[in-house]
């Protein structure tokens, strides 16, 4: 890889050393999360994958806003800010489009991100700024101990919602893309290859990649827990039914059919009338083949969509990956335009060209 | 007409020391652009020249309304003054709104220019006008033109292929020509911005070029201007001088900070009248490696800025009141992880949107208190327009010696207002840059190098800044309490204490200048029995004011406040030496109150909301009535409005529009109270 991140490799000054490795990217602060948190599965998967992309510790700056999720910060050994509920991605458009050396990632919950943050995050899309953000959902707040988040099921339980929440959930993988996101991917805690695998399509990508982690919280969250397809091999009858949980999620992979099931007796068809998604058979020549590349986002958005109507589960994978110029790049190439032979002129800006002079 | 002969001086000029001059018209008809340009005028012959543009926070009320009068005053001299003055001498009115919202104010005996183009029946009826003050003789007090304005711009411009409604546009410019005359001002300066302005409308440039010379002409060819006057250059200490503007002011000196520190410059920011002209000018400055991004709120504003200070640019943001509100919880964030930033509020009338596009002081407190938790920073203003370019560099050399967001407080009254600025050597600059953490600062218990990113400079207390990119200095800081020197997440007690109070001490002993006082009859204890103390834009209308009671031959002292917080150390002293402190402040008391919590001394206050500056003539007779109670050895009384009395306002206003209820009749006025209020007309 020549490029990381969209960044250039080998920042001044750190040729010739050591590759880095996990101790490098690790701090001695005490990790405090629940056990059997996903955020522990997430931290480490991080922690072995900082050191693969080759940008130093001192390179990355990992920015987070308030709730159990965003104290990872504080576990990388690299540049970091733990900053305000909702707002990480502010704090990170202004490190990233003013340090194009530098590999810039927001870690962020369900509720920073979708709801007191919605705004952030939306906007950081749209503009397509360089950064990974990582959006760790546990479809609860968990910090605050247990009240419905913006991406909580109808019905949540919990101290604020004693009878059940009212309100719909969003669905982040869609809103990410109806925001005009180049790089949208859903994988979940449980499943480090996948995770590793997400998150390092994400790192490579140049632009705003939103990947969204679908993370247990034992404590508080009804979030299922991913189902370990070598353990469950006991119970081996096969549902008859696409959307019974047993299946585990589609996994999206480019360039293959979207089939699912033991036998892959299911799959994602497209009717050829409408050009809607929808299940049917695995062998059905109407078999979508997955292609993240498409520039138009409504075959995204489809897949984003269908696990609210016809999946236990929403597919994991990278939905979208389009290349766009990145907003940092174009701030960078505007000001490089602007100032071609370096810094103007204090004193004649100052002076202006409507001053006059008064002799003494 | 050759343009040669445009730029003489009329035969026969009669000399005036300073005229206050008013171009008052439609919103739509150009008359902050009119306003402006003469003023640059003025300035570029020598002038000193203070300007108070005032416009509706509608873009177009409805036309022709009194609440759609848009006007520019200019005061212009030929020494230093302070103020835009308090009453015209010369009132331009485009149409009968301008005129009605504005005649009350001219001195009697002052010139009226008036466009008989507007004063139609549909004209005086939208303005309200029952019967055409043209004819009933309720302007005999003024010299009234009654001027075709729009018919000879109109006339000008015919061979320009304008549609006619384009064509009446250039009204404006020809009064600009003809008050140019009447002035004896050179309009060449006005041609050129001209042609730059419209050059890419070769149509509407030709046509205003000719307005504003046909204007010039009649001014020249008619017998209708009995005198032509000059106001002479001011003697003004040499060097190169601009008219400047205050948010232009305020966007150079941040160029000039961030030049002087060697950072690049930063800017967040959200639009916002009265402060978007910052944002406007630091975009256009792309080419001095000004970095300028609009967000989509002002919290992400101030978030991008802090991101940006926390990755090595010097990070600032602008805003006015309701964004500032919004900024309250980041500000908190920048005080706990001390981080240098500028925050730029350009204060209008409140609370919520209140009057968008007046001025007001009423922010005060806000800066100084308005965070949650103990979250001390410092707070300065500017003083007027020119000093907006002092003051922002004062502030980032805080910023970024102290590590400490900084508040710098102006308003719409300078924001908007213009005045010479002397344009400073790149050398006499000060130098603020700071030196970047590039190595461990302490050894671990097993001797390792290690990075204390909360270790402090035993001096000023600010703490080391790596930034990113630096090897070996990784760290992460945030909202969360952080324990002393490491930096670490802690929730010790003592700690948090501990890191409070250093918090405090580091904004309590920043380095401020000492207040000085301006009393020519002695230093403070030896001089006058009055001092005026004020901060921000009140210092031109106190300035002036001072004079005009010296004059009169009595003895006042002044001083005024850059540093807020932390106050200049001597600020008990000085105070203390007087017998009376008198603080005039466009709010209810908010300097006096924190004057008295800090140095235990009771002041006198007066105040006004107004949404207009201070007039000189009002303080000076505030000041004097201050004087003369000392004399008279009764309890010092400015005569402000007791917060209070606003019963009596109301059966006041209640009385005028005979629907009396009861509960407010027989709340009494009291003499001095009426008598204030006259003052604050
Ligand atoms: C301005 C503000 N409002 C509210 C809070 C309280 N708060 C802290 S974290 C949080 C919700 C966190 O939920 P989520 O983002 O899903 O993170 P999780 O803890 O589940 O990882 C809330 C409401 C806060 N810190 N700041
Ligand atoms: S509350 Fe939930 S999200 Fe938070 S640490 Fe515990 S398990 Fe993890
Ligand atoms: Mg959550």
Same mark, same amino acid.
């Given at each position: 890889?020549?490029?990381?991140?969209?960044?250039?490799?080998?920042?001044?000054?750190?040729?010739?050393?050591?590759?880095?490795?996990?101790?490098?990217?690790?701090?001695?602060?005490?990790?405090?999360?629940?056990?059997?948190?996903?955020?522990?599965?997430?931290?480490?998967? =991080?922690?072995?994958? %900082?050191?693969?992309?080759?940008?130093?510790?001192?390179?990355?700056?990992?920015?987070?806003?308030?709730?159990?999720?965003?104290?990872?910060?504080?576990?990388?050994?690299?540049?970091?800010?733990?900053?305000?509920?909702?707002? +990480?991605?502010?704090?990170?458009?202004?490190?990233?489009?003013?340090?194009?050396? $530098?590999?810039?990632?927001?870690?962020?919950?369900?509720?920073?991100?979708?709801?007191?943050?919605?705004?952030?995050?939306?906007?950081?899309?749209?503009?397509?700024?360089?950064?990974?953000?990582?959006?760790?959902?546990?479809?609860?707040?968990?910090?605050?101990?247990?009240?419905?988040?913006?991406?909580?099921?109808?019905?949540?339980?919990?101290?604020?919602?004693?009878?059940?929440?009212?309100?719909?959930?969003?669905?982040?993988?869609?809103?990410?893309?109806?925001?005009? /996101?180049?790089?949208? +991917?859903?994988?979940?805690?449980?499943?480090?290859?996948?995770?590793?695998?997400?998150?390092?399509?994400?790192?490579?990508?140049?632009?705003?990649?939103?990947?969204?982690?679908?993370?247990?919280?034992?404590?508080?969250?009804?979030?299922?827990?991913?189902?370990?397809?070598? &353990?469950?091999?006991?119970?081996?009858? @096969?549902?008859?039914?696409?959307?019974?949980?047993?299946?585990?999620?589609?996994?999206?992979?480019?360039?293959?059919?979207?089939?699912?099931?033991?036998?892959?007796?299911?799959?994602?068809?497209?009717?050829?009338?409408?050009?809607?998604?929808?299940?049917?058979?695995?062998?059905?020549?109407?078999?979508?083949?997955?292609?993240?590349?498409?520039?138009?986002?409504?075959?995204?958005?489809?897949?984003?969509?269908?696990?609210?109507? #016809?999946?236990?589960?929403?597919?994991?994978?990278?939905?979208?990956?389009?290349?766009?110029?990145?907003?940092?790049?174009?701030?960078?190439?505007?000001? +490089?335009?602007?100032?071609?032979?370096?810094?103007?002129?204090?004193?004649?800006?100052?002076?202006?060209?409507?001053?006059?002079?008064?002799?003494? | 007409?050759?343009?040669?002969?445009? #730029? @003489?001086?009329?035969?026969?000029?009669?000399? %005036?020391?300073?005229?206050?001059?008013?171009?008052?018209?439609?919103?739509?008809?150009?008359?902050?652009?009119?306003?402006?340009?003469?003023?640059?005028?003025?300035?570029?012959?020598?002038?000193?020249?203070?300007?108070?543009?005032?416009?509706? /926070?509608?873009?177009?009320?409805?036309?022709?309304?009194?609440?759609?009068?848009? #006007?520019?005053?200019?005061?212009?001299?030929?020494?230093?003054?302070?103020?835009?003055?308090?009453?015209?001498?010369?009132?331009?009115?485009?149409?009968?709104?301008?005129?009605?919202?504005?005649?009350?104010?001219?001195?009697?005996?002052?010139?009226?220019?008036?466009?008989?183009?507007?004063?139609?029946?549909?004209?005086?009826?939208?303005?309200?006008?029952?019967?055409?003050?043209?004819?009933?003789?309720? *302007?005999?007090?003024?010299?009234?033109?009654?001027?075709?304005?729009?018919?000879?711009?109109?006339?000008?411009?015919?061979?320009?292929?304008?549609?006619?409604?384009?064509?009446?546009?250039?009204?404006?410019?020809?009064?600009?020509?003809?008050?140019?005359?009447?002035?004896?001002?050179?309009?060449?300066?006005?041609?050129?911005? *001209?042609?730059?302005?419209?050059?890419?409308?070769?149509?509407?440039? /030709?046509?205003?070029?000719?307005? $504003?010379?046909?204007?010039?002409?009649?001014? !020249?060819?008619?017998?209708?201007?009995?005198?032509?006057?000059?106001?002479?250059? &001011?003697? %003004?200490?040499?060097?190169?001088?601009?008219?400047?503007?205050?948010?232009?002011?305020?966007?150079?000196?941040?160029?000039?900070?961030?030049?002087?520190?060697? =950072?690049?410059?930063?800017?967040?920011?959200?639009?916002?009248?009265?402060?978007?002209?910052?944002?406007?000018?630091?975009?256009?400055?792309?080419?001095?490696?000004?970095?300028?991004?609009? +967000?989509?709120?002002?919290?992400?504003?101030?978030?991008?800025?802090?991101?940006?200070?926390?990755?090595?640019?010097?990070?600032?943001?602008?805003?006015?009141?309701?964004?500032?509100? *919004?900024?309250?919880?980041?500000?908190?964030?920048?005080?706990?992880?001390?981080?240098?930033?500028?925050?730029?509020?350009?204060?209008?009338?409140?609370?919520?949107?209140?009057?968008?596009?007046?001025?007001?002081?009423?922010?005060?407190?806000?800066?100084?208190?308005?965070?949650?938790?103990?979250?001390?920073?410092?707070?300065?203003?500017?003083?007027?327009?020119?000093?907006?370019?002092?003051?922002?560099?004062?502030?980032?050399?805080?910023?970024?010696?102290?590590?400490?967001?900084?508040?710098?407080?102006?308003?719409?009254?300078?924001?908007?207002?213009?005045?010479?600025?002397?344009?400073?050597?790149?050398?006499?600059?000060?130098?603020?840059?700071?030196? %970047?953490?590039?190595?461990?600062?302490?050894?671990?218990?097993?001797?390792?190098?290690?990075?204390?990113?909360?270790?402090?400079?035993?001096?000023? *207390?600010?703490?080391?800044? &790596?930034?990113?990119?630096?090897?070996?200095?990784?760290?992460?800081?945030?909202?969360?309490?952080?324990?002393?020197?490491?930096?670490?997440?802690?929730?010790?007690?003592?700690?948090?204490?501990?890191?409070?109070?250093?918090?405090?001490?580091?904004?309590?002993?920043?380095?401020?200048?000492?207040?000085?006082?301006?009393?020519?009859?002695?230093?403070?204890?030896?001089?006058?029995?009055?001092?005026?103390?004020?901060?921000?834009?009140?210092?031109?209308?106190?300035?002036?004011?001072?004079?005009?009671?010296?004059?009169?031959?009595?003895?006042?002292?002044?001083?005024?406040?850059?540093?807020?917080?932390?106050?200049?150390?001597?600020?008990?002293?000085?105070?203390?030496?007087?017998?009376?402190?008198?603080?005039? !402040?466009?709010?209810?008391?908010?300097?006096?109150?924190?004057?008295?919590?800090?140095?235990?001394?009771?002041?006198?206050?007066?105040?006004?909301?107004?949404? =207009?500056?201070?007039?000189?003539?009002?303080?000076?007779?505030?000041?004097?009535?201050?004087?003369?109670?000392?004399?008279?050895?009764?309890?010092?009384?400015?005569?402000?409005?007791?917060?209070?009395?606003?019963?009596?306002?109301?059966?006041?206003?209640?009385?005028?529009?005979?629907?009396?209820?009861?509960?407010?009749?027989?709340?009494?006025?009291?003499?001095?109270?009426?008598?204030?209020?006259?003052?604050?007309?």
């Amino acid at each position: 890889m020549s490029t990381v991140n969209g960044k250039a490799e080998e920042p001044a000054g750190t040729s010739g050393r050591r590759a880095p490795t996990v101790a490098d990217f690790t701090t001695g602060q005490e990790v405090r999360w629940c056990p059997g948190c996903g955020d522990h599965a997430i931290l480490s998967t =991080m922690r072995g994958l %900082l050191p693969a992309l080759g940008v130093p510790p001192e390179n990355t700056v990992v920015v987070s806003g308030i709730g159990c999720s965003s104290r990872l910060p504080y576990y990388l050994d690299t540049y970091g800010i733990h900053s305000i509920h909702g707002r +990480a991605p502010s704090f990170a458009t202004g490190i990233s489009i003013n340090r194009p050396d $530098l590999s810039v990632w927001v870690v962020t919950g369900d509720g920073d991100a979708l709801a007191i943050g919605g705004n952030h995050l939306i906007h950081a899309l749209r503009r397509n700024v360089n950064l990974k953000i990582l959006l760790l959902n546990n479809e609860i707040y968990g910090l605050t101990k247990g009240q419905a988040s913006p991406t909580s099921k109808v019905g949540t339980v919990g101290p604020s919602s004693p009878f059940g929440s009212l309100d719909n959930p969003f669905n982040p993988v869609a809103l990410a893309l109806g925001a005009g /996101a180049t790089f949208v +991917a859903r994988t979940i805690d449980s499943d480090r290859r996948h995770l590793t695998a997400t998150l390092t399509a994400a790192a490579a990508h140049k632009g705003a990649a939103l990947v969204e982690i679908r993370q247990g919280c034992p404590t508080f969250s009804a979030i299922p827990r991913q189902p370990n397809r070598a &353990a469950s091999q006991e119970s081996p009858a @096969e549902p008859d039914n696409p959307a019974a949980p047993e299946h585990g999620p589609i996994r999206l992979s480019p360039g293959l059919p979207i089939v699912f099931g033991a036998n892959e007796q299911w799959g994602v068809i497209r009717d050829p009338s409408t050009g809607e998604l929808g299940i049917g058979h695995g062998g059905d020549s109407r078999v979508v083949v997955h292609d993240p590349g498409t520039q138009n986002s409504t075959y995204a958005y489809g897949l984003a969509r269908l696990a609210e109507t #016809s999946l236990a589960e929403p597919p994991i994978g990278v939905y979208r990956s389009v290349s766009q110029p990145s907003f940092d790049q174009l701030f960078q190439d505007r000001l +490089a335009t602007a100032r071609p032979d370096g810094r103007g002129d204090l004193r004649t800006l100052l002076t202006g060209t409507d001053s006059w002079v008064v002799a003494g | 007409m050759p343009t040669e002969q445009l #730029s @003489e001086r009329p035969e026969g000029a009669r000399r %005036l020391e300073n005229v206050v001059i008013r171009f008052a018209g439609d919103s739509g008809d150009g008359m902050q652009l009119t306003g402006d340009r003469f003023g640059a005028q003025a300035a570029a012959i020598g002038n000193d020249v203070a300007t108070l543009p005032n416009y509706p /926070a509608e873009i177009r009320a409805p036309a022709g309304t009194v609440a759609g009068v848009s #006007s520019y005053q200019l005061h212009i001299a030929d020494h230093d003054i302070r103020t835009p003055g308090d009453q015209p001498d010369v009132l331009v009115a485009m149409n009968p709104a301008a005129l009605k919202a504005n005649v009350a104010e001219l001195r009697p005996g002052g010139v009226i220019i008036l466009d008989t183009d507007a004063f139609t029946v549909l004209g005086l009826e939208k303005a309200g006008y029952d019967v055409d003050p043209l004819t009933d003789g309720s *302007l005999d007090a003024f010299q009234v033109h009654a001027v075709n304005l729009t018919g000879f711009a109109a006339a000008a411009v015919a061979d320009h292929n304008l549609k006619r409604k384009d064509a009446a546009r250039t009204k404006n410019m020809f009064a600009l020509g003809l008050v140019s005359w009447m002035f004896s001002q050179p309009i060449e300066d006005t041609i050129a911005y *001209l042609q730059k302005r419209f050059a890419s409308k070769p149509d509407v440039q /030709a046509a205003n070029v000719s307005a $504003l010379r046909a204007g010039w002409i009649y001014g !020249e060819s008619t017998e209708a201007f009995a005198n032509v006057y000059e106001v002479k250059p &001011a003697p %003004l200490p040499a060097g190169t001088y601009r008219h400047m503007k205050g948010n232009k002011a305020v966007a150079y000196g941040l160029v000039a900070a961030a030049h002087q520190a060697g =950072m690049p410059l930063f800017l967040g920011a959200y639009p916002i009248t009265p402060a978007s002209e910052i944002l406007h000018e630091l975009s256009a400055l792309a080419s001095n490696d000004v970095r300028s991004f609009q +967000a989509e709120d002002e919290i992400a504003a101030i978030g991008a800025a802090i991101g940006g200070s926390f990755a090595g640019m010097l990070g600032v943001t602008v805003t006015s009141g309701p964004g500032m509100a *919004l900024k309250a919880e980041a500000l908190g964030l920048a005080v706990i992880m001390e981080l240098p930033l500028v925050i730029v509020n350009v204060q209008r009338g409140g609370p919520s949107t209140g009057l968008p596009t007046k001025t007001e002081q009423s922010d005060l407190l806000q800066a100084l208190y308005g965070r949650h938790g103990e979250a001390p920073l410092p707070v300065i203003a500017v003083r007027s327009a020119a000093d907006g370019f002092d003051a922002a560099m004062e502030a980032a050399r805080i910023a970024l010696a102290y590590r400490t967001p900084v508040i710098l407080l102006s308003d719409a009254y300078i924001a908007n207002g213009s005045e010479p600025w002397r344009v400073p050597e790149v050398e006499e600059l000060p130098f603020i840059g700071i030196d %970047l953490a590039t190595e461990p600062n302490a050894v671990d218990a097993e001797g390792n190098p290690v990075f204390l990113p909360y270790a402090r400079d035993p001096v000023t *207390l600010a703490r080391p800044l &790596a930034i990113p990119g630096t090897p070996g200095l990784t760290h992460r800081i945030g909202g969360l309490e952080k324990a002393d020197l490491t930096g670490a997440v802690s929730y010790d007690p003592d700690n948090h204490d501990l890191m409070i109070r250093t918090r405090q001490s580091k904004i309590d002993n920043i380095d401020v200048p000492p207040l000085e006082v301006d009393d020519p009859s002695g230093p403070p204890g030896s001089g006058a029995d009055v001092l005026v103390i004020g901060w921000g834009s009140t210092w031109g209308p106190i300035g002036e004011a001072c004079r005009e009671v010296r004059a009169q031959g009595m003895k006042v002292a002044q001083a005024h406040l850059r540093h807020i917080a932390p106050l200049p150390a001597n600020v008990a002293s000085v105070l203390s030496e007087y017998h009376t402190v008198l603080v005039p !402040e466009m709010n209810l008391g908010q300097l006096a109150g924190h004057l008295r919590r800090e140095t235990l001394i009771d002041t006198v206050g007066y105040n006004q909301t107004r949404g =207009m500056p201070f007039r000189t003539a009002e303080l000076a007779s505030v000041i004097t009535r201050v004087i003369q109670g000392i004399d008279s050895d009764t309890a010092p009384d400015a005569g402000t409005k007791p917060v209070g009395d606003v019963g009596a306002r109301l059966a006041a206003r209640s009385d005028s529009a005979s629907a009396k209820p009861a509960a407010h009749t027989g709340t009494p006025t009291g003499t001095q109270h009426d008598a204030t209020r006259e003052a604050g007309r």
